[in-house]
């Protein structure tokens, strides 16, 4: 090892619009690539040393493997230092950032680009398999040949959840009309309409209580962000998110028939505390001001208030019914839309959820959804069978 | 970030053994799990702090994604701090060791277990799907489809390099008569026969000047390491194999139609000369003694000796006809048997190459393969078009 740990920062980044889009992979790639660099002036491809992407199907979405060099190739980047794509289901997005900031902060590299995409939209003659797709994310042979796709155990979860703690119905519709609400204005989200507890209530039942606006969609979708050690931060930007903790944690039981609970992430306390430690932070609903988690299913967010510690076990839905994760809440809570407003291209959602904690930290987001002045912020991804969960946290702030 | 870059050592690991197995994915994982703890006896599941896991194409393989957590259930894993799998087709095992080794530098964690897997070979029935998988590795739009899957693309290389260096066909079958004959004794290989120059010139020919004994096989298998901190290294075990060095690069050309040369690769110059720098090494054919190198096909490990700065360019074929690469030559190359003797499972090949590293450290293996007290090893291995080179270097004292 050549360097001490350093401070990394995200200096930069770009989206594409995300929906179904008539768009290929490496269009996503691309346009997701153009969009991060026409945000980072002063860092061009050549800067670029370190290369990390998150994508989860691209061999059953895309027919292809080897994705990384791919990116490098599509974006002209000779990549000099690292390079690789990580994998880690819905959290995929997460965990490249996370390699990204440890390739930096140990002295490897000054300048890295994340890039998170998926392309999940196929043509109809595809359609199958691409379906049949999801199921793997799940332990195919135990849970995915039963039916155990994400719906139907998402809407377990929140049985289980109204079971012991009277968490309402209306509670869960108001995370999905909150979120869908920020998307509206949000130009990159997938669903950009408002939508009242009403309309969720209403929307078709998908598996109860879960209907269809309390599910995050099919998505194709790519973003992109550009990590540097202080140092080079310094030469190019002002403006910079710090990331300052991280977390992971993975029960040993994957398999939703090992699952010791269907209604609490010990798992999402595990990593939270982690990055709460290595943050500085002693109390985080206090000290957080903007967290981006991992809404899939309106019940996720519930839980998540619950199990990153915020509010005491069961509380989750008063907390979203007092509105204290409104924009100018205690936290304010996916303020750009959620998976359930933004769509959850798997690949990418962590990578932009850290973009809009950095864009809300310099004031770029459209002023609807603009949280006032954050200075610390969380993202948060739970992947599978909600055994595995990721924290980062960001700062405004050089720590 | 909480500590300084620290040394990290390999304490154990262990090996499925290596070929058309009666074994589906999960039996692998477990197989090389319980090898690998086996191995390590002072180091339970109980200690594992993080998972890295390399695999390469686990969706058409083996119908399933998320794989990293599945190897946390089957081995009973509870992680507490960094868990993804990488992804970088052939490097992908070297991939995770780089990113489980960067992750305990920077003082993310002390513990960490890398596994690397692939199953390849499938049920008839299946068989159309896994043979079209290999070509996703190459750029399918542009290369794949094209029909270049890996031998035709290999076979130009070799074609090109005869060409250009007088390289003899005499030459390409050494390669490959040395690797296997290495393998003969290698209880974990898929080839244990030994082969001679005129067997191998005489076998199939596939894509000519490459017959069959000069490609690697399409290989079940997988294989484990125990990471350490130096710290934490010293409490279980007397015996490491100490990363000293690392480098990675990639050309921003990856599909075939836009490499410059078809018979150098200045990435693998690159990579090794980032490695040597931060392990120290300034002549590297002087000081490392063992070297496990990705001979994908018998052309590949000629190129090697030149591109990874051990000879001058066009002297690749002279290296190996003057037995330079044999176990008592001036680097003892592919003691393991190579990716030609021992097959190649995609995602464990880096993995088992660091493990025979350490095995030639401390004196573990076969005694026909062991060469003579080595103190520094290297592995190596490319990945798709050959635009991506990957670098390690290994130490038996602690820098």
Redesign the interface.
């Known amino acids: 090892?050549?360097?001490?740990?350093?401070?990394v920062g995200i200096v930069g980044g770009g989206h594409t619009k995300w929906g179904t889009r008539e768009a290929s992979y490496?269009d996503l790639i691309q346009e997701a690539g153009k969009a991060t660099f026409d945000d980072t002036p002063n860092v061009g491809?050549e800067d670029v040393e370190g290369?990390f992407v998150g994508s989860?199907?691209p061999?059953?979405f895309a027919?292809?493997?080897?994705?990384?060099?791919?990116v490098?190739?599509l974006?002209?980047?000779?990549?000099?230092?690292?390079?690789?794509?990580?994998?880690?289901?819905c959290?995929?997005g997460q965990?490249a950032l996370?390699?990204a900031w440890?390739?930096i902060?140990?002295?490897?590299l000054d300048t890295a680009l994340v890039l998170g995409v998926e392309k999940m939209n196929l043509p109809r003659e595809y359609a199958p398999e691409a379906q049949a797709?999801m199921a793997?994310?799940?332990?195919?042979?135990f849970d995915g040949v039963n039916g155990f796709n994400a719906p139907p155990y998402f809407a377990m979860i929140a049985q289980r959840h109204m079971h012991e703690y009277d968490t309402t119905r209306e509670q869960l519709a108001q995370v999905a009309a909150k979120n869908k609400t920020h998307a509206a204005s949000n130009a990159f989200a997938q669903f950009q309409s408002e939508v009242s507890v009403d309309e969720v209530i209403d929307s078709f039942e998908l598996s109860p209580p879960l209907c269809l606006y309390d599910c995050s969609g099919v998505t194709d979708g790519a973003a992109g962000l550009i990590l540097m050690s202080e140092e080079k931060a310094r030469e190019v930007s002002d403006e910079a998110a710090w990331i300052t903790g991280?977390?992971?944690?993975?029960?040993?039981?994957?398999?939703i028939n090992?699952l010791p609970s269907m209604s609490a992430w010990p798992q999402a306390t595990?990593a939270a505390e982690?990055a709460y430690d290595?943050a500085g932070i002693d109390d985080p609903l206090e000290e957080l001001d903007v967290a981006e988690v991992h809404d899939c299913f309106s019940i996720s967010e519930i839980v998540e208030y619950e199990d990153l510690g915020w509010v005491e076990k069961g509380e989750g839905g008063k907390f979203i019914e007092d509105g204290r994760s409104e924009l100018d809440g205690d936290i304010a809570v996916n303020p750009r839309g959620g998976l359930l407003g933004c769509g959850h291209p798997l690949g990418a959602t962590g990578v932009s959820q850290a973009l809009e904690v950095f864009n809300q930290f310099r004031g770029t987001v459209e002023s609807d959804r603009q949280v006032p002045a954050p200075e610390t912020g969380l993202i948060h991804n739970l992947?599978?069978s909600a055994?595995?969960h990721s924290v980062m946290t960001l700062s405004r702030e050089r720590p």
Chains 1, 2 share one sequence.
């Open positions: 090892m050549t360097d001490v740990t350093r401070n490496k491809p290369l989860v199907q061999e059953r027919f292809q493997t080897h994705v990384a060099p791919m490098a190739e974006l002209g980047i000779d990549v000099d230092s690292m390079i690789a794509r990580t994998e880690l289901a959290a995929s965990a996370r390699y440890l390739a902060a140990a002295g490897q797709s793997n994310v799940m332990d195919r042979e991280s977390g992971q944690a993975c029960f040993s039981g994957n398999s090992n595990t982690q290595q992947s599978g055994s595995v």
